[in-house]
């Protein structure tokens, strides 16, 4: 599925799609021990609970207007600040990440599986545009990105991790608990921060 924007535009100008934000706010969320529930499931059963949890999120995203992009595996990524931009990005997605943590655990209770989330959040510049000719994907890339992602993946179960970026333009509205510096791989030595919720 592409932007309503997005698919108006190739509506009316097929060609490439490239376009360069200098700010937006990028989420990664990883279903934690998914690999052994699918191995403990059956087939139905396992896409019929991830369904569960990705129209949970899916509804989160569409309610703070926020931008799924796309899911991978287990994994779901969303944005803000793109296709359309927006001054108050960095707030949605602290909001979509705290609702969607909320929502696992909801669901995991009213599935009696135990599922946590693992989440990560930067924000910076993307690159943003449709790939594909016959399936079509909207599509970030940048070092933005590849942070977010980072952020996740060595995060911490249960929590959203992000970056000081994301600390500097949320301080006074959200609370946090300083990580520290610690090292990231392909990143380096970096401050990195737990978002608790709102003040």
Known sequence: MLPESIADRLKKTPGIIADSFPEATVLFADVVGFTTLAA???????VSLLNKVFSRFDAIAAEHGAEKIKTIGDAYMVVAGVPAPRTDHVEIVADVALAMRAAILEVSAGTNVPMALRLGMHTGPVV????????????LWGDTVNTASRMESHGVVGEIQ?????????????RFEDRGVSSIKGKGEMRTFLLLGPR
């Open 128 to 139: 943003a545009g449709v790939i594909g000719t016959h399936k079509f994907l909207y599509d």
């Open 162 to 174: 992000v970056t000081e970026a994301v600390q500097q333009r949320l301080e006074g509205a959200y």
């Open 40 to 46: 403990e499931m059956s087939a139905p059963d396992l």
